[in-house]
Every structure is written in structure tokens, then in C-alpha cells.
């Protein structure tokens, strides 16, 4: 937790850049500060903390970049019907003609398969294994459908890039390079930097950290896209790693980038880059293409809702899969993400799916005709999209 004495040093998260504030005069009288309010309140900052750094006025937004720093003035746009256009690379969907058939014509589409796999997928905690079975491995199943995915959006006529084409990291960097910044991390916590628990931490920086901020600098200074899609499974506790256990839980829910504590906040990136969504309009995009989506796999699949019982997330919307959570995969992409977090990977149901790894066609599976996991989720997150993108085509 961090204290009034330690805030001062702490301006920012592990591995962040200092920001650029400059940046956000682009976005002068493109928003009116109750429509600033709204998202605010309602969307990234519910707590209400943001008024420790931003004050709003009818006309200006003045900003506090850090402690004992002067207020940026950001100038507000009176009334909507003058509001200018948020300077963004990403075009919405309303910005879009869809053609006949390739419901995605013109769409960017950046594909984020979440995690790494191979010699990684241990480091992460994301790999089990029931005893001589095939081991589950999230890095390498997003990979897969990743790449069925980039097919099918491909075919509706969108073009597509995947953030990693393989297992193997984006970023240079490696847990011996990142032992420093883990004893400042660790230090920040309150907790010695010794040992395993520095080792563990160094590692943390690399695969949750280091690997996320190079894919996001890969979207945002390269690719450009319209849209990123992260894709994940999820999992439940499966207590020993050598013995781990399967559930009967199974469940679906996908994410919208918000919901920062007065914690997180303290970090002064972490403001930043709060501003830099909220002022480029991205959340109502988001809103729209998750919702599609999250429609679409909620058919297909059949799970349930998964529910947040604590203060990390709070609902999107009226429709019970979305969820608003502050995490770094969301927050760094500078264009709206539909963020997928489908299946419970040690689910009974779900496990057997996953060692029949992926085919063509249906299997009998527990008396009925499915297809493979990956190309079911792959399918549903192609027919949201082309049902969400697609809307005005003849």
C-alpha cells in the first residue's frame, strides 16, 4: 500500500516511461467537461480519487501531472455540437463503409494472443497437467486461435496482424536484465528484495510487464489499428501445480479498459495513460464491439456470466458478461480492445475439449457434436465483429 511519505517516489510503475504531457493539448476542446465527468465517474475512476489530481470547471480540465507539479490547463469544448474530433489513428465504426459481403472491409485489426507458451508457459503459472495428459497451456491455445481468427477476419475482409506469431517473447528483455527495477518494485511494496521472491518478481516484470509494454508500442507505433483483440482463457484455483485439480466452474466475461484505484493512480503513468483513453473516445467503441461479442460467444459457448465479488471491476453495461477493469493489457492500447476471457481451462468439461486439441468438424464430446474449442471461440468472436462492424452494409 502505498503511504503520503513513499508517494513522492513512487511516480511510476514498474518499466513505465516518463510520460509526455505535452501530448494532451491535442485533445483541446474536443470534450465537455460533463461528458469528461461521465466517463470519469462512471467509467475509469468510480472511486472518485481523480479529484486528488484533476479539477474540472466549465471550460477547462486542470490536470496535476504529479506531486507538487503545476495544473496542466486543458481546454474544454462548451457544448458537444462544437466538440472537435479527438486526434486518434483508430477510425470507429461509424467512420466506416462496410461492403457488401466483407461486412469488415477497411477494418485494422491488431490480434493480442495473451501469454507466451513453450519453455514460458511455467514461468507464468499458466500450465497444468493431469498426469501423463497434454498439458494446458494458455500462451500456446490463444496462439492457436489467434491464427483462425486472423483467417476468418481475413475472409470477412479486414486486415489483420497478430502481436506475436509465435512463443517466443516480443521483448528483448529477460528476468536477469529487469533485477533492479524488481527490488524497487518489491521495495515499493513494503517487502525485502531477497532471494525467490526477487527471482519471482524479476520474472513478473518480464512475462506480465516488459512483454505487454513492447506489444503495445508494436500497436501504437507500428500497427495502427482500428481494433485490438486480446484473447485468453480463463482459469480457477487449481491449487498444488503438482497436483492440480479440475472444477466444475466454467464461465465468460470480457473486459473494458477502467475502474483505476486511488493506488494505481498514485502512479503518474498510470494518469496518463487514463487520460489518453478517456480523451480519445475509445470506451463507447469498446462498449459497442464487446458487446457484440460477448453476445456472440454467450451463444455460441453457452457459459454463464462470470461475476466480480470485489472492488477490482464494477458492470459495463446492461449486458452481465461485460466487465470495466483496469489492467495493463487494456489500458496501453491506444484504440479500443474487446478483451476475451472465455472458458475456464481446468473446467472438467472444458479440459476434455482441450486435449482433443483442434480439428475440422464436430466430435462426440459427452454425447454432443461439437467443434474444436479454438475454432468455436475463433468463430464467435468473427460472427460479433462481422455483426457489430457490419451494421449498414446492403
Given at each position: 500500500m502505498l503511504t503520503a511519505a513513499s508517494l513522492q517516489a513512487a511516480l511510476l510503475s514498474p518499466l513505465a516511461p516518463q510520460p509526455d504531457w505535452s501530448r494532451l493539448q491535442a485533445y483541446s476542446g474536443t470534450i465537455t467537461a460533463a461528458d469528461f465527468r461521465q466517463l470519469l465517474d462512471?467509467?475509469?475512476?468510480?472511486?472518485?480519487?481523480?479529484?486528488?489530481?484533476?479539477t474540472l470547471t466549465p471550460t477547462q480540465a486542470l490536470i496535476t501531472p504529479h506531486s507538487g507539479a503545476e495544473p496542466i490547463p486543458l481546454a474544454l469544448a462548451p457544448t458537444p455540437s462544437v466538440?472537435?474530433?479527438?486526434?486518434?489513428?483508430?477510425?470507429?465504426?461509424?467512420?466506416?463503409?462496410?461492403?457488401?459481403g466483407k461486412?469488415?472491409?477497411?477494418?485494422?485489426?491488431?490480434?493480442?494472443?495473451?501469454?507466451?507458451?513453450?519453455?514460458?508457459?511455467?514461468?507464468?503459472?499458466?500450465?497444468?497437467?493431469?498426469?501423463?495428459?497434454?498439458?494446458?497451456?494458455?500462451?500456446?491455445?490463444?496462439?492457436?486461435?489467434?491464427?483462425?481468427?486472423?483467417e476468418r477476419l481475413e475472409q470477412l475482409g479486414a486486415e489483420v496482424w497478430l502481436t506475436r506469431n509465435s512463443n517466443s517473447p516480443t521483448t528483448g528483455m529477460r528476468p536477469g536484465n529487469?533485477?533492479?527495477?524488481?527490488?524497487?518494485?518489491?521495495?515499493?511494496?513494503?517487502?525485502?528484495?531477497?532471494?525467490?521472491?526477487?527471482?519471482?518478481?524479476?520474472?513478473?516484470?518480464?512475462?506480465?510487464?516488459?512483454?505487454?509494454?513492447?506489444?503495445?508500442?508494436?500497436?501504437?507505433?507500428?500497427?495502427?489499428?482500428?481494433?485490438?483483440?486480446?484473447?485468453?482463457?480463463?482459469?480457477?484455483?487449481?491449487?498444488?501445480?503438482?497436483?492440480?485439480?479440475?472444477?466444475?466452474?466454467?464461465?465468460?466475461?470480457?473486459?473494458?479498459?477502467?475502474?483505476?484505484?486511488?493506488?494505481?493512480?498514485?502512479?503518474?503513468?498510470?494518469?496518463?495513460?487514463?487520460?489518453?483513453?478517456?480523451?480519445?473516445?475509445?470506451?463507447a467503441e469498446e462498449l459497442g464491439a464487446s458487446d457484440a461479442v460477448a453476445r456472440s460467444l454467450a451463444e455460441a459457448t453457452g457459459l454463464e456470466p462470470f461475476t466480480y465479488h470485489n472492488a477490482k471491476?464494477?458492470?459495463?453495461?446492461?449486458?452481465?458478461?461485460?466487465?470495466?477493469?483496469?489492467?495493463?493489457?487494456?489500458?496501453?492500447?491506444?484504440?479500443?480492445?474487446?478483451?476475451?476471457?472465455?472458458?475456464?481451462?481446468?473446467?472438467?468439461p472444458i479440459f476434455t475439449r482441450i486435449q482433443l486439441g483442434d480439428y475440422q468438424g464436430r466430435k462426440n464430446i459427452g454425447g454432443r457434436e461439437l467443434p474444436s474449442i479454438y475454432r468455436e471461440y475463433a468463430d464467435a468472436v468473427a460472427r460479433g465483429l462481422a455483426e457489430y462492424y457490419g451494421r449498414g452494409a446492403n
Open positions: 462512471k467509467v475509469y475512476v468510480p472511486d472518485g480519487s481523480w479529484k486528488e489530481w484533476i466538440a472537435g474530433r479527438p486526434p486518434r489513428f483508430w477510425k470507429g465504426n461509424a467512420e466506416r463503409t462496410p461492403a457488401p461486412p469488415l472491409a477497411g477494418l485494422r485489426v491488431a490480434i493480442d494472443p495473451g501469454h507466451l507458451g513453450g519453455r514460458f508457459a511455467q514461468m507464468e503459472a499458466r500450465w497444468f497437467r493431469i498426469g501423463w495428459s497434454r498439458p494446458v497451456e494458455e500462451g500456446e491455445m490463444t496462439l492457436i486461435v489467434a491464427k483462425l481468427l486472423k529487469l533485477r533492479k527495477a524488481a527490488a524497487a518494485s518489491l521495495s515499493e511494496e513494503g517487502v525485502a528484495p531477497l532471494g525467490e521472491r526477487l527471482q519471482k518478481e524479476a520474472e513478473r516484470l518480464f512475462y506480465r510487464v516488459a512483454e505487454i509494454r513492447n506489444r503495445a508500442r508494436l500497436v501504437n507505433e507500428r500497427l495502427r489499428p482500428d481494433l485490438v483483440i486480446c484473447l485468453h482463457f480463463n482459469a480457477e484455483e487449481w491449487g498444488n501445480p503438482a497436483r492440480p485439480s479440475l472444477t466444475d466452474k466454467n464461465h465468460l466475461h470480457l473486459l473494458l479498459s477502467g475502474a483505476m484505484s486511488r493506488e494505481e493512480l498514485a502512479h503518474e503513468d498510470e494518469r496518463f495513460t487514463l487520460l489518453m483513453k478517456l480523451l480519445g473516445g475509445t470506451h471491476a464494477i458492470p459495463a453495461s446492461g449486458n452481465p458478461y461485460l466487465w470495466i477493469r483496469n489492467l495493463l493489457a487494456n489500458r496501453l492500447f491506444e484504440c479500443p480492445v474487446v478483451y476475451c476471457e472465455p472458458y475456464v481451462m481446468n473446467s472438467r
